[in-house]
């Protein structure tokens, strides 16, 4: 399947569009950065309890996760499948094991 998008008007205009896209998705670089790290814990433990993962997370991350903040972000990766839980168990996902 191939997209072709034909962008029309002001360079300037455009160039400021397609700027404002790119400064957004660098503000997200460190949230990307922490979810990635959680996944790295739930990987090499192959499983671990939300406590767990908030101690391990600490010092690897730019957000201070606490059992709280790692259960929300755990549940935001479970919806693509990255992760399940498992009891009280976050285990990794389809999604993982597929890589």
Known sequence: METTVELTGDFRDIAEILGDRHQRSEKLGPVVEDLVELLEIVRRTDGATKSQIAEEATGEVTADF????????????????????????????PALSDE
Request: without cysteine; negative net charge.
């Open 66 to 93: 606490d059992a709280d903040s790692v259960i929300h972000a755990l549940r935001l990766l479970a919806l693509y499948d990255f992760v399940t839980l498992d009891g009280n168990t976050w285990r990794p996902g």
